[in-house]
């Protein structure tokens, strides 16, 4: 049985912000159902009981002084904004007038 | 000196060279950016090279070189993922083409302040997924290594491997999440380290999957392969991952001799895929230490044939997250805007545009794992069986000092032949993919080639931050082989 159809794939292509239609729709369901099918395996592993893990090293809470220091240019980081007004990075209206 | 001659030394070598006063660094930058020049466009190692605007940049780098660093006029070829101020960064990747960012990574920092010069754009897989340099969004990078050029790099880190290995780089950095490091060493038949999780700050790498990715040195040998290391490992304040732990004198262990130290073996899974070739080469690699007073023992990963599913659960659930960012608005590429274009379509046609199709596919792979109703039987199962693999490397490294076994299944294969099957090419990382799950340092180092001459490398596993046992065992092998 199929875990991802075109149906669910469109779903999901929307969270993602990705466009996909028509052929490429139907072809990366495919690949992705292959590859969710052989993820199945993880199914049949025995984990009651045990602890997941998100991270390897027994580090928590790091923290540094908070104490301002260098920092970059607002020049320097509007600048690479594809679009700008100085000093705003603009974007396509996002209210209805 | 013949064309190329310098180009083809190791950092040691070079080092000693220029100590002595016998070549000056402008002597080997201009041997290596010739030779650059010559080669490159054959095997594409680089992207978008200017050997010009290269050259007085790094003549102008040369100047600020401080000149007792332990890297002084050295040559270090950067993998197009990890952030050099006012150069380019595009992760190989048409949403980030143009950008340029406004600081240096911490390794390129702790490059500098030895007095290394840094080469940028190495090729790679576009953000760093996959296993040939093929989905590159500015076409492959080929294997030097291959007669006809007919073989792939391998990758992520294809561009910088390849470098190392065509004599196009002194020694290189990459990027290593799930073997992208180690895989293109072993195709293109040099040394390549992932270190510990932890040991190298991620500042300014262009994050793939947060909890795997770790940068690491591509060289020609184990030598330089610890001093690499040496310069670019220890704690960062602006990567809160980065250890807390001292960095040893790898240089000074690499001498020490392995006598006494034990291997562990592992049973393989997918021992159907694993080549023949290489499976007598790392047996030998095993009798050549076993020669050297290295004890060997079994030990059992009895998780690690999960190692691939769980990969590709984790890591693109971490993807989908971390290339969320790429929307067009602050940075790197932007579909046009139009009249009657919402801010949605903006998003939705920079991404579709700007990403190629692996890139993709592991977004909405991850966005899948981690969407509701799915979360637990994937991404939380996930984390769990990882925590088995994990206890499988605790578990080993109790009984041995370091674990051996192949680097990938088989030699280089050919370009295309793995490109349809997305599956297929996940697969032809089986043996790296553990290193990054638990987060133990793995060294990729040549053992052999194939009948038709194709490089073949091993794979050396230690505790994490036991860096130095890996360069021990694999200087001592280098020097053994070359008899």
Redesign the interface.
């Known amino acids: 049985m199929a875990v ?1 159809t075109p149906d ?2 469109r779903q ?2 929307s ?6 239609e028509g052929p490429a729709l139907a072809q ?1 369901a495919a ?2 159902d ?3 099918q ?2 199945q ?3 049949a ?1 025995e ?1 009651s009981g ?8 027994p ?1 928590s809470n ?1 923290l ?1 002084k908070d104490e301002p220091g260098a920092c ?1 240019s607002q020049e ?2 509007l ?5 700008q007004q100085r000093p705003f ?1 603009t ?4 209210l209805e007038t | 000196m013949a064309s190329g001659a310098l180009a083809g030394k190791t950092i040691h070598e070079l080092r000693a060279l220029i100590a002595q006063g016998a070549i000056s660094p402008a002597d080997l930058l201009d041997d290596l950016l010739a030779r650059i020049e010559r080669i490159n466009p054959s095997v594409h190692a680089y992207l978008d090279i200017d050997p010009e605007r290269l050259r007085q940049e790094a003549e102008a780098q040369l100047r600020a070189a401080p000149r007792g660093g332990r890297l002084y006029g050295i040559p270090v070829t950067i993998k197009d993922n990890i952030c050099v101020r006012g150069e380019e960064t595009s992760c190989a990747s048409r949403i980030l083409q143009g950008f340029r960012p406004p600081y240096d990574a911490t390794v390129i920092e702790r490059l500098r302040r030895e007095g290394a010069l840094i080469l940028p754009r190495a090729n790679m897989d576009e953000f760093a997924f996959g296993s040939s340099t093929e989905n590159s969004a500015f076409g492959p990078t080929r294997n030097p290594r291959a007669k006809d050029l007919d073989r792939v790099p391998g990758g992520s880190s294809g561009g910088s491997a390849a470098a190392v290995a065509a004599d196009l780089a002194i020694a290189a950095l990459g990027s290593d999440t799930g073997g992208s490091i180690r895989q293109p060493a072993s195709f293109c038949g040099i040394v390549g380290l992932k270190p510990t999780y932890g040991r190298v700050s991620r500042y300014g790498l262009v994050a793939f999957a947060s909890s795997l990715d770790q940068i690491g040195p591509l060289t020609k040998d184990a030598e330089d392969a610890a001093i690499l290391l040496s310069v670019i490992a220890g704690q960062d304040p602006r990567d809160s991952t980065s250890a807390p732990v001292e960095v040893p004198d790898y240089v000074a262990w690499l001498k020490a001799s392995p006598k006494g130290l034990t291997i562990g073996i592992p049973a393989l899974p997918g021992a159907e895929g694993l080549s023949q070739d290489v499976r007598a080469a790392v047996d030998q690699a095993l009798e050549a230490f076993r020669s050297l007073g290295v004890k060997t023992v079994p030990v059992e990963l009895s998780h690690i044939d999960k190692a691939i599913a769980t990969y590709y659960i984790i890591a693109t659930a971490e993807a989908s997250s971390n290339l969320a960012r790429y929307d067009g608005v602050q940075y790197g590429f932007r579909a046009a805007d139009g009249a009657g274009r919402s801010l949605l379509d903006t998003y939705l046609d920079t991404r579709s545009q700007g990403f190629g199709a692996e890139a993709k596919r592991r977004i909405l792979l991850g966005t899948y794992v981690l969407s509701q109703g799915y979360y637990d039987a994937y991404y939380l199962k996930g984390m769990r069986v990882r925590t088995l693999i994990k206890r499988d490397f605790d578990e080993a490294f109790t009984r041995c000092d370091a674990i051996v076994m192949p680097t990938a299944p088989t030699p280089a294969f050919r370009l295309g032949e793995k490109l349809s099957d997305p599956l297929e090419m996940y697969l032809s990382d089986i043996y790296t993919i553990s290193a990054n799950l638990a987060g133990v340092p793995a060294l990729s180092v040549p053992c052999g080639a194939s009948p038709d001459g194709l490089p073949i490398g091993m794979q050396l596993l230690a505790a994490p931050f036991r860096e130095e046992v890996l360069f021990r065992m694999a200087h001592a092998y280098e020097q053994a082989r070359r008899g």
């Open positions: 991802v669910i794939l999901v292509a969270l993602a912000r990705l466009r996909l990366f690949q992705l292959e590859i969710l052989y993820v395996q993880l199914q592993v984990t045990v602890e997941p893990t998100s991270h390897v090293l580090l790091v540094r970059l320097a980081v600048g690479l904004a594809p679009a990075v974007v396509p209206k996002v």
